[in-house]
């Protein structure tokens, strides 16, 4: 477990811990990513209670996604960009997979990441409280999402890349994982908490039907992207 959360630590954020930690471990640790999801995301819920009690609630949101990005190093950010330039290019697989790779961000990456954070921040308003519980979840269900997609998962490339690293995870490896954030959302929301649950769910579904319809499997950007995607999906569920 502790081995998982270091190495989850330094491929998911800018926090350094100077530890060599085997990569099996990415795998093995699946059941609690999102648990490692809720720690992440708890710190970013911290910056932003202690914002709010001096500045107004909407500035303290928007520093606290600014805050963040500068914990994580927009880590899955840059994977939203890279699917939304790939897989919206209509061009062919192997066209779409050297899009993906290119480290150049194109049109639909910038429009993806500007309705992404258009998103987030006109949600705001309208989501329930308590406010901070919302940014700690963020991060947990980005996690859950990223598992549910891990289910018997196609990798896309012949070679290898950083969505290799989870291959051959397990189905009860994965229902594990979703054990922490339904319990959170559950008694911290109610019905609204379990309905965006739902929502990441069923989205879950829907894009890996879109991903594999265009490339055939995964790569490690599709899979960062779905991390954003939950977590708008997590907040249209609490505004429902």
Not at 8 to 21: A, L
Not at 117 to 143: E, H, Q
Request: glycine share 12%; no cysteine; aromatic share 12%.
């Amino acid at each position: 477990m502790i081995q998982s959360l270091i190495i989850y630590t330094q491929f998911f954020s800018r926090i350094v811990i100077h530890k060599e930690v085997d990569l099996v471990y990415v795998r093995k640790g699946i059941p609690i990513i999102t648990l490692f999801g809720l720690l992440l995301g708890s710190l970013s819920a911290l910056f932003y209670y202690l914002i709010q009690l001096v500045l107004p609630d909407m500035v303290a949101w928007v520093l606290t996604l600014l805050f963040d990005v500068l914990l994580t190093g927009g880590f899955h950010l840059d994977g939203l960009a890279d699917m939304a330039d790939g897989l919206f290019s209509s061009r062919n697989k192997e066209r779409m997979l050297e899009i993906m790779k290119d480290s150049r961000i194109g049109s639909n990456g910038v429009l993806a990441l500007i309705l992404y954070y258009g998103l987030m921040m006109v949600a705001f308003p309208y989501l329930p409280k308590p406010k901070w519980l919302i940014v700690a979840s963020l991060t947990m269900i980005g996690k859950a999402g990223l598992a549910l997609q891990l289910y018997h998962m196609t990798y896309a490339r012949a070679t290898g890349g950083s969505g290799q690293f989870f291959a051959g995870t397990t189905v009860l490896q994965i229902a594990l994982a979703q054990v922490l954030p339904i319990l959170v959302l559950g008694v911290g929301f109610g019905v609204k908490g379990l309905l965006g649950y739902a929502l990441v769910f069923l989205g879950a579904i829907f894009y890996r039907q879109f991903v594999y319809g265009k490339i055939g499997g995964h790569t490690g950007d599709t899979l960062g992207a779905f991390v954003e995607i939950s977590q708008i999906l997590l907040l249209l569920g609490l505004m429902l």
